[in-house]
């Protein structure tokens, strides 16, 4: 009997040790700074129309839990009710996506002539290759980089006089901008321009990023047929406080259940600091230290 009490005391400790040692690579809390379940939040984004999933673009932890996102909602979901869309993938390069998502445009074709991002490699290549595993469509959804830089350079009003193939690129034109979202005061006090009406000297960066969100929102919009979840990657920003992106599915869609992601880095993992809280309805922490891929 000593012996049996000595050997779960024992035990105990170890349960002990364990638990004070532990060091997760992440945490998840809910908008209000909740300990959150991953297996309930994946149950309530399979119930979503849109998921915007906010990473940040060198965050490695970030693209291994949106490689595990994406895996574990197609097994909650019927055939063809999942769609992949990716901030990643600027409109004209759309064709070589599709493609490429089924088989027809080897690795070394795609990569030369989609115009992937630096990080590719690392980041997006295993999201591409499961979705061409499991024929899961995707839709690159940005606004060409050309269009976003002459909009900062010169305004929305370059591109007035634009074809119509061109425009097909992009959101419905002439765009509007709510300069009093948060992320675009944001920006205006980032650039010197909160003071100002229309944000100040900011006001052509601040259309620059309003064409990639509408952008981004019209063609998740209008990629999605009903009953589906289209699962989207994004950088945090575009996407914050459900703002940018969801702002202009709220004028094109409004009647999309939207859920979002956001993943934050944090000192420590045990709390969602105050800053961080209703952020999106799931936050992400993933420790200040953790690996980058750039």
């Known amino acids: ?175 509007k901008v709510d300069y009093d979202l948060p992320g675009y005061k944001n920006m205006a006090a980032m650039f010197g321009g909160a003071g100002s009406a229309h944000g100040g000297g900011a006001q052509n960066i601040i259309q620059a990023q309003a064409l990639k969100d509408a952008t981004m929102a019209h063609f998740i919009a209008a990629s999605r047929q009903p009953g589906q979840t289209l699962l989207h990657f994004n950088g945090s920003y575009h996407s914050d406080h459900h703002d940018g992106i969801v702002a202009y599915l709220r004028q094109y869609a409004p009647k999309l259940r939207v859920r979002t992601l956001s993943v934050v880095t944090q000192e420590q993992l045990q709390t969602l600091e105050k800053e961080q809280l209703n952020v999106a309805d799931y936050v992400v922490v993933v420790p200040a230290d953790a690996s980058k891929t750039y």
């Open 1 to 175: 009997m000593r012996f049996l009490r000595l050997t779960s005391f024992l035990l105990l400790l170890i349960g002990l040790a364990s638990f004070v040692g532990d060091r997760p690579a992440y945490r998840l809390f809910t908008a209000t700074g909740q300990a959150a379940d991953y297996d309930q939040m994946l149950a309530e984004l399979a119930q979503a129309d849109v998921v915007l999933f906010g990473e940040q673009h060198n965050d490695a932890l970030a693209h291994w839990l949106e490689l595990q996102v994406a895996k574990d909602l197609l097994k909650l979901k019927k055939p063809g009710q999942l769609v992949l869309g990716m901030e990643m993938f600027e409109r004209d390069v759309q064709p070589l996506v599709a493609q490429y998502a089924v088989g027809m445009l080897a690795d070394t074709t795609f990569e030369r002539l989609a115009r992937p991002w630096p990080n590719y490699g690392t980041d997006y290549r295993p999201l591409l290759q499961f979705v061409r595993d499991k024929k899961i469509p995707v839709i690159g959804t940005n606004a060409p980089r050309p269009f976003a830089r002459v909009v900062a350079q010169r305004s929305l009003t370059a591109l007035d006089n634009l074809p119509a193939t061109d425009r097909a690129l992009l959101a419905p034109l002439p765009l």
